[in-house]
């Protein structure tokens, strides 16, 4: 290839290598305070408690989870975050939180 404004040639350059995070979003509805609490709910890795203040995420696998928040919805109390099954023990990327089995993730409210 020309570069026609220089008089030089350009290189042909290759596109870098992204590493793909495959983060996979989960948003549940949250018990009202009169409402019975539901039983844990199965996930790929760990079991999921609705609570009207929040969630629990209990691990049974080791997982990445991060960007947990709340909001409404009509009137109906929501909940909503990404988690990421992880083959290996890593360091979690920046704002997201590494689990192993066993542990359990109560983010703030």
């Excluded at 495959?22 to 408690?49: F, I, N, S, Y």
């Excluded at 009207?52 to 995420?57: A, D, E, H, M, V």
Aim: hydrophobic fraction near 30%.
């Amino acid at each position: 290839m020309k570069d026609r404004r220089r008089g030089g040639t350009l290189e042909k350059r290759q596109p870098e290598k992204r590493r793909k995070v495959d983060w996979r979003t989960l948003r549940v509805d949250l018990p009202g305070p009169e409402e019975k609490l539901p039983a844990a709910e199965p996930m790929p890795v760990g079991a999921l408690h609705r609570m009207p203040k929040g969630i629990r995420l209990e691990a049974s696998s080791i997982c990445w989870v991060r960007g947990y928040r709340r909001y409404e919805v009509e009137g109906v109390p929501r909940a909503e975050f990404q988690y990421r099954p992880v083959e290996i023990d890593s360091e979690a990327p920046p704002g997201s939180v590494s689990l192993k089995p066993g542990e359990s993730w109560e983010p703030e409210n």
